[in-house]
T-cell receptor, first 111, second 115 residues
Framework: EDQVTQSPEALRLQEGESSSLNCSYT??????LFWYRQDPGKGPEFLFT???AGEEKEKERLKATLTKKESFLHITAPKPEDSATYLC????????????FGQGTTLQVKP | GEEVAQTPKHLVRGEGQKAKLYCAPI?????VFWYQQVLKNEFKFLIS????????ETGMPKERFSAKCLPNSPCSLEIQATKLEDSAVYFC?????????????FGSGTRLTVV
């Protein structure tokens, strides 16, 4: 069964304090691992898609990496505006395109 | 338009009442997905459509829940005889190519509260 587990559940950082969020996954034949950002009261906003082990993608202070079992979202020198819930999802192994989500990591960055 | 439009933003229903939620996908996107987000950010897949055809309904509860996507109309998700446990945020997402590419674009959700 396809499964996604994120850790930690919540993370508090001081502004400028770099850290990483973890996403462990189990899926038969990965066809995409996704990172989304969700702000309170809003829908998830797309950040990255990774397809194969060793792949990395960057956007501003965020960098996503992928291995065969997990993905990391590295946040370098975060700012308060990076505070949000970060969701990881994998495209399910069935041929329907549905995403299987993790529980999310809620990040709070204090000034 | 370039956004997925969901209405209403908030919906309050008494137990046993019907709830109907609407979703207008991005123009040109032929796939629509419905997800239910309950406590602690848990997203549960409900159903997807390719145009007006059901694409995947493996997450849809067997009873009380139904959905449609008709031509030239917003898609809809209907819950008959709502229960307290149906309280959640319901998200719709649309995509041109869900089997490849960058997943899909989500709407802002409809918060359903059953009292």
């Amino acid at each position: 069964e396809d499964q996604v587990t994120q850790s930690p559940e919540a993370l508090r950082l001081q502004e400028g304090e770099s850290s990483s969020l973890n996403c462990s996954y189990t899926v038969s034949g990965l066809r995409g691992l996704f990172w989304y950002r969700q702000d309170p009261g809003k829908g998830p906003e797309f950040l990255f898609t990774l397809y194969s082990a060793g792949e990395e993608k960057e956007k501003e202070r965020l960098k996503a990496t992928l291995t065969k079992k997990e993905s990391f979202l590295h946040i370098t020198a975060p700012k308060p505006e990076d505070s949000a819930t970060y969701l990881c999802a994998v495209r399910g192994s069935g041929n329907t395109g549905k995403l299987i989500f993790g529980q999310g990591t809620t990040l709070q960055v204090k000034p | 338009g370039e956004e997925v439009a969901q209405t209403p933003k908030h919906l309050v229903r008494g137990e046993g009442q019907k709830a109907k939620l609407y979703c207008a996908p991005i123009k040109g996107h032929s796939y629509v997905f419905w997800y239910q987000q309950v406590l602690k950010n848990e997203f549960k897949f409900l159903i997807s459509f390719q145009n007006e055809n059901v694409f995947d309904e493996t997450g849809m509860p067997k009873e009380r829940f139904s959905a449609k996507c008709l031509p030239n109309s917003p898609c809809s998700l209907e819950i008959q005889a709502t229960k307290l446990e149906d309280s959640a945020v319901y998200f719709c997402a649309s995509s041109q190519s869900p089997l490849t590419g960058n997943g899909y674009t989500f709407g802002s959700g409809t918060r359903l509260t059953v009292v």
